[in-house]
């Protein structure tokens, strides 16, 4: 399985960013596998931004984000997005998506199996 991140990049705060995520090697329109993103902020741990089922309308979001990023997906493009709307300087991270399966709330980094490299998303004041 393979993940590929893109769209990361440099804004004033209040702007807007889509990453998007195509990954290959597995299948991804079924409820049972899902895909998230995940971010990590220097010298802070890895944390959960939002996850979606491959099928169904399951979102999963961290509270700091909720009602300003949106999970997506395209099955037929095997490939999940991620629109971040009012973005702030604290949203300033590495976003990485991951892919899993068979966890009913899909939150915690070890619920995914197979990880993406990052994508800068730098937020400035």
């Known amino acids: 399985v393979q993940l590929q991140a893109s769209g990361g990049g440099s804004v004033q705060a209040g702007g807007s960013l889509r990453l998007s995520c195509a990954a290959s090697?597995?299948?991804?329109?079924?409820?049972?596998?899902?895909m998230g993103w995940f971010r990590q902020a220097p010298g802070k741990d890895r944390e959960f931004v939002a996850a979606i089922r491959g099928r169904g309308d399951n979102t999963y979001y961290q509270d700091s984000v909720e009602g300003r990023f949106t999970i997506s997906r395209d099955n037929a493009k095997n490939t999940v997005y991620l629109q971040m709307y009012d973005l702030r300087p604290e949203d300033t991270a590495v976003y990485y998506c991951a892919t899993g399966s068979g966890v009913e709330r899909p939150t915690a980094p070890r619920d995914f199996s197979y990880w993406g490299q990052g994508t800068q998303v730098t937020v400035s004041s």
């Open positions: 090697g597995r299948t991804f329109s079924s409820y049972y596998n899902y």
